[in-house]
């Protein structure tokens, strides 16, 4: 009896612990089922595109166009029309040099110039009356071979001939007074030389040998015609004509010698004006000066600048690359140049490209801005950024819900309320955005962007709005 006592109080100790077990598993299942952990999130959506490098370096702004404006003479500044900061017009005067030296020179070259042209418009007279000359001594020339004919013809021709011949050479006559006449006038008024005088008397005394000889000629076919007189005569008259082309040749050489020296006295003129404008400091470019080194009365020289004109219209950037950053960039290329001081970001265009690396490994980059209104002044910091887009277009979520553990790579798609672990594959990642593929995967998902590291599939999940600041 007390065996089996014992065994039943054995067996219902059991039994209230067994009760008292199950009790206690029984609330400790229901506890875990009424406090279900949701852990708070933040997701974001999966977008489709292309992913793009942004390209940033760090620039400096200098002017598109800096002259240095050097004198062209070295002399005494007697007259300065800027200083630093006015705006100035190509072409302007900037200051000038005493320039009384060349002054001077110019009235000199053009007295020259007024007495060549002097020599030059004697020449011309002078060929006009050897042309005269010629052309009389021709009809001269002409006459005496006519009389030389009609005296061979017979004498009855020939006394007509010697009346024609006289008439002929008093005409002759009568001309070469007027010209003497003419030509005695001008040289004592000084306008014709003593030579030119001569000629004309030369030419008059000609023309009365041919008179007296037509008369003689007459006179010698009233009686007989003497032939040996009139071969005599034409003889004396293609003397004449000789002479007279030989003084025509000399004339046109006197010609070319006063147009040579009027048009050197020309050339010297030019060359004295030219000096004279070298005495004005001319601006070379549009711009700003930005610097003014001298006053009036202080020397300049041709080997300093005077003033330094800036053309802040053109305003280039230039920034060094690495070989890494160069393969982006191209001569041509149109990027974006930010100014960190105006809060700006303004369009320019590559200019330049170096093909050689300097000593600390960087490549040269030059790029002009378009437009900026003045904005941007020479020595402002700036950043060239350019952006390049890199692979093929693909499905891109924000780089940190990307978990890698091991071996997985993965993000936690939110699917009513729970986190589905979801693999995927990276086909590139940038600092924001990863470019990934994986199966079911679509636009249309959200995933966890925050709180993902604490997450295990399945979890439940609480979506949590991130605080703007």
């Known amino acids: 009896m007390k065996k089996r006592h014992r065994n039943l109080l054995a067996a219902g100790g059991i039994s209230v612990t067994l009760l008292f077990t199950a009790c206690s598993a029984e609330e400790a299942s229901t506890s875990e089922t009424q406090i279900v952990k949701e852990t708070p999130v933040q997701v974001g959506e999966i977008t489709k595109g292309s992913l793009t490098v942004k390209n940033e370096v760090i620039a400096k702004v200098t002017a598109g166009t800096t002259a240095d404006v050097l004198p062209k003479m070295a002399g005494e500044l007697v007259k300065v029309n800027v200083k630093k900061g006015d705006k100035v017009n190509k072409g302007d005067v900037l200051a000038v040099i005493n320039n009384s030296d060349q002054e001077l020179a110019v009235e000199m070259e053009e007295t020259s110039a007024r007495s060549s042209q002097s020599q030059y418009d004697q020449a011309l007279v002078s060929k006009s009356q050897a042309e005269n000359a010629v052309s009389n001594a021709r009809i001269s020339v002409k006459q005496a071979e006519l009389n030389l004919q009609k005296a061979k013809n017979g004498q009855a021709t020939g006394i007509d001939n010697s009346s024609f011949a006289v008439q002929q050479a008093e005409i002759g006559l009568n001309d070469a007074q007027t010209n003497y006449d003419r030509m005695k006038g001008l040289y004592d008024a000084g306008a014709v030389s003593k030579q030119q005088l001569e000629q004309a008397e030369t030419a008059l005394n000609q023309a009365k040998?041919?008179?007296?000889?037509?008369?003689?000629?007459?006179?010698?076919?009233?009686?007989?015609?003497?032939?040996?007189?009139?071969?005599?005569?034409?003889?004396?008259?293609?003397?004449?004509?000789?002479?007279?082309?030989?003084?025509?040749?000399?004339?046109?050489?006197?010609?070319?010698?006063?147009?040579?020296?009027?048009?050197?006295?020309?050339?010297?003129?030019?060359?004295?004006?030219?000096?004279?404008?070298?005495?004005?400091?001319?601006?070379?470019?549009?711009?700003?000066?930005?610097?003014?080194?001298?006053?009036?009365?202080?020397?300049?020289?041709?080997?300093?600048?005077?003033?330094?004109?800036?053309?802040?219209?053109?305003?280039?950037?230039?920034?060094?690359?690495?070989?890494?950053?160069?393969?982006?960039?191209?001569?041509?290329?149109?990027?974006?140049?930010?100014?960190?001081?105006?809060?700006?970001?303004?369009?320019?265009?590559?200019?330049?490209?170096?093909?050689?690396?300097?000593?600390?490994?960087?490549?040269?980059?030059?790029?002009?801005?378009?437009?900026?209104?003045?904005?941007?002044?020479?020595?402002?910091?700036?950043?060239?950024?350019?952006?390049?887009?890199?692979?093929?277009?693909?499905?891109?979520?924000?780089?940190?819900?990307?978990?890698?553990?091991?071996?997985?790579?993965?993000?936690?798609?939110?699917?009513?309320g729970k986190a589905v672990q979801t693999p995927v594959k990276i086909k590139n990642a940038q600092t924001e955005l990863t470019a990934i593929e994986g199966k079911g995967l679509s636009e249309k998902n959200t995933i966890v962007v925050k709180g993902q590291n604490t997450l295990m599939d399945g979890n439940k999940v609480r979506i949590i709005k991130e605080e703007r600041k």
């Open 209 to 416: 040998i041919a008179l007296n000889q037509a008369k003689l000629q007459s006179s010698n076919a009233a009686s007989n015609t003497d032939i040996e007189l009139t071969e005599q005569a034409l003889e004396q008259a293609k003397v004449g004509l000789s002479n007279a082309e030989q003084q025509l040749e000399l004339a046109n050489i006197g010609i070319e010698q006063a147009q040579t020296g009027l048009e050197s006295t020309d050339l010297r003129i030019q060359q004295a004006k030219d000096r004279l404008d070298d005495s004005k400091i001319i601006a070379t470019i549009a711009g700003e000066i930005t610097a003014v080194n001298g006053s009036v009365g202080e020397v300049v020289s041709t080997s300093a600048p005077f003033a330094t004109v800036v053309d802040l219209n053109q305003i280039n950037v230039e920034a060094l690359l690495s070989a890494h950053q160069l393969a982006t960039f191209q001569k041509g290329q149109e990027i974006s140049v930010e100014i960190p001081s105006l809060n700006e970001t303004f369009k320019a265009t590559v200019t330049y490209i170096s093909n050689v690396a300097n000593e600390a490994g960087f490549y040269e980059l030059e790029a002009a801005v378009a437009e900026h209104a003045g904005k941007i002044k020479p020595g402002m910091i700036a950043k060239v950024v350019q952006e390049t887009a890199v692979g093929e277009e693909a499905l891109l979520v924000p780089t940190d819900a990307v978990v890698e553990k091991g071996k997985d790579t993965f993000v936690f798609v939110v699917k009513k």
